[in-house]
């Protein structure tokens, strides 16, 4: 590529900068209906009781607990805090800076490395996930519900998607370069067109966001406005160190949980205990909730007890069957300044990816001094803009391990990226059809004019020069394969729990969460998980109202 250089543009931000601040200010002012009834982990008392405890205020727990609060006494415990106050968490333009913005214990995105090498993140925020995601929703695909294994009620299902929907999602505008994108997926022949939609089609579309017109989040925590004020308490800042269990009463199982340890920000322990025929409730994530599976002691019998562990049951797949899908793509520098965009438009293929595209905003590092030009206080401005291809599924499985008996230390995980041959070459078509992404017409207004012709200006890895050679595409995945945060699995249905997620071998304990999935939902997986938390609310309702009245 022949190196060129880039005359970056001055943009009148001043303007704009002033009116961002101002809604910013007018947004964290204003304190969600659920603050009402959210208390710092240091206020709980010592011990008390519940019907539900929910372990993880993310994606699946917030819907969750504010659809059994209808009818009974819940409490919710979130390790981190709330997102409101947050400014970076609240606006799309905060997306990169919230998921660089790490520490160990306190930071919104709680950063992890996989054994292979490759920077990942875990909500550690009222909201999960979906309060430092990239706002994308998309229903699952048809063939997600059949092969998930979990015990779906369709009616509930789809009531439980309107729920969500009619409280978070919104339709976006499209701007210059999610337009050019969608543009260009037709002009390859990701075919049909299917517009703005929600659900998951074939071809090109428009899908929702939870991001508003203003570029507002709307996240999992806002469902807890949704709540019954009497019957919920969230507690924030809030580390489950344990599951409590006793003696079940049932002749399938010899334990059951009862409750669980809570350690706050100063170190004190709580103990939230169970109601009669109440559940505790893991909804901590891919990550978090086989960990805490593990250190309560379920798990395979021999490897808890080379950790000193006390085993509660022996359940050899906790921790296993892990995966993550595999993103890569490339990204250039753009000759014209673009707007921020997170996802908004997906390309659906029948050749095993997805293709979705990005823009970012970034002040210059180096601006040009010259004692001929009066120096400016206004910054200048380049955009980055980034073509992707997500790999379904995927097939390869990984694990995870325990690094400490300590629950607030990251476990060891590993993914296996493409070791089944199959995600491998579904990449490889992916990164062909980013090729062809390059080549058309929609993207041509992206390059560069140098003596050479039009080129991209890359950032990082560009595509190999024979796109033909699957031995050249096949290592060019291998070696910018990174995460696009979609990893599930490890509480699998069939090996750790049942399809209706109770977890095998225990009694009064379940897992609602991403971590019972063995395959993505779609395009992303924050509409499925959300609808996935009132739907599991609204069938446990149903279930004890049955068996009161029976």
């Not at 303007?15 to 209906?33: A, C, G, H, R, Y």
């Not at 800076?97 to 993140?121: C, I, K, M, Y």
């Not at 025929?277 to 909804?283: F, H, M, Q, T």
């Amino acid at each position: 590529m022949a190196s060129m250089s880039i005359a970056p543009k001055c943009f009148p931000f001043i303007i704009i900068n002033m009116m961002l601040v101002s809604l910013i200010s007018s947004t964290l002012s204003q304190s969600p209906t659920y603050m009402a009834f959210v208390v710092n982990a240091t206020a709980l008392p010592p011990e008390d009781s519940f019907d539900y405890i929910i372990v993880g205020g993310g994606t699946a727990g917030c819907p969750l607990a504010a659809t059994l609060s209808v009818n009974h006494r819940v409490l919710l415990l979130e390790r981190g805090g709330v997102p409101h106050i947050n400014p970076s968490i609240m606006r799309q333009e905060g997306f990169i800076p919230t998921l660089r913005q790490v520490d160990s214990f306190h930071s919104a995105a709680q950063a992890f490395t996989s054994e292979e090498g490759v920077p990942n993140a875990r909500g550690r925020i009222l909201g999960g996930s979906s309060a430092i995601n990239a706002g994308f929703y998309s229903r699952a695909d048809d063939e997600f519900y059949d092969r998930s294994g979990i015990n779906w009620d369709p009616v509930l299902l789809e009531r439980s998607y309107q729920w969500i929907e009619k409280a978070i999602v919104f339709e976006p505008q499209l701007q210059s370069w999610q337009t050019s994108l969608r543009d260009g997926l037709l002009e390859i022949g990701v075919q049909p067109y299917n517009g703005f939609t929600l659900k998951h089609s074939l071809g090109t579309k428009i899908g929702g966001s939870t991001f508003n017109s203003s570029g507002h989040r709307h996240s999992a925590a806002d469902l807890l406005n949704l709540a019954r004020e009497t019957n919920i308490k969230i507690a924030v800042y809030a580390s489950v160190e344990r599951i409590i269990f006793g003696a079940s009463d049932s002749p399938e199982s010899k334990q059951s949980a009862i409750g669980v340890v809570i350690r706050d920000s100063a170190g004190h322990f709580h103990h939230a205990l169970l109601r009669e025929k109440g559940e505790v409730i893991l909804s901590a994530g891919a990550i978090g909730s086989p960990h805490l599976l593990l250190l309560s002691g379920i798990g395979p019998r021999s490897y808890l007890s080379s950790w000193g562990i006390p085993v509660v049951n022996n359940s050899p797949f906790v921790g296993e069957f892990l995966y993550d899908n595999p993103r890569n793509g490339v990204s250039f520098v753009s000759p014209k300044l673009l707007e921020h965009s997170l996802i908004q438009v997906v390309g659906i293929t029948d050749s095993g990816a997805y293709l979705e595209a990005s823009s970012n905003v970034l002040p210059y590092p180096s601006p040009v001094h010259s004692i001929f030009m009066r120096s400016s206080s206004s910054p200048l401005y380049f955009s980055v803009a980034s073509i992707m291809e997500k790999t379904i599924g995927p097939l390869s499985a990984g694990s995870l391990r325990l690094a400490s008996t300590e629950i607030r230390v990251n476990p060891n995980v590993r993914f296996n990226y493409f070791n089944n041959p199959v995600d491998l070459q579904r990449c490889v078509n992916g990164t062909r059809n980013v090729g062809a992404l390059l080549r058309s017409q929609a993207m041509s207004s992206y390059r560069f004019l140098g003596w050479s012709g039009a080129e991209f200006r890359f950032v990082g890895l560009p595509l190999p020069t024979n796109e033909t050679s699957d031995e050249e595409m096949s290592a060019f995945c291998r070696q910018t394969v990174s995460t696009i945060w979609h990893y599930h699995g490890g509480c699998v249905v069939g090996r750790v729990v049942d399809p209706n997620l109770k977890v095998i071998g225990v009694d009064s304990l379940r897992v609602i969460d991403g971590s019972v999935f063995s395959i993505s939902p779609g395009t992303n997986p924050q509409a499925t998980v959300l609808m996935l938390g009132r739907h599991m609310g609204l069938k446990i309702l149903i279930e004890r109202m049955q068996k009161t009245s029976s």
